[in-house]
C-alpha cells in the first residue's frame, strides 16, 4: 500500500516539475495580421525592442512559427492570453 502512494507522490512531483521548468511561447503565422501590428504587439505584451519584434515577425512569416519567449509556464501564461485577446495564435511548449 505504501509502495503505491510512493509511485503516486513521484508522479505528482514530476508534474510539478514538467509544469515549472523552461516552457516556450511559439508564434504561429496565420496570414492574417500584418507585420505592423504583430510587431506592436510583442513589443507591447512581451517587452520586445523593435528588432526583436521584427525578427520574430519576419521568422514567423517564413517559417511558419517562431519562439518568441522563454520562461516558466506561470509568467508565459499570462502573455498568451493577452496575445490571444489580440488575435494573434500563440501556444506554450
Do not use: P
Not at 1 to 22: A, G, W
Not at 29 to 39: A, L
Amino acid at each position: 500500500m505504501k509502495e503505491n502512494q510512493d509511485i503516486k507522490d513521484k508522479s505528482l512531483k514530476k508534474d510539478r516539475i514538467n509544469f515549472d521548468k523552461n516552457r516556450k511561447l511559439i508564434l504561429y503565422n496565420d496570414n492574417i495580421n500584418i507585420f505592423d501590428y504583430v510587431i506592436n504587439c510583442l513589443v507591447e505584451v512581451c517587452q520586445h525592442d523593435i528588432l526583436q519584434a521584427e525578427q520574430c515577425a519576419f521568422i514567423t512569416h517564413y517559417k511558419g512559427r517562431c519562439d518568441i519567449k522563454t520562461g516558466d509556464y506561470n509568467s508565459l501564461r499570462n502573455m498568451r492570453q493577452l496575445l490571444i485577446s489580440k488575435g494573434i495564435k500563440v501556444t506554450i511548449d
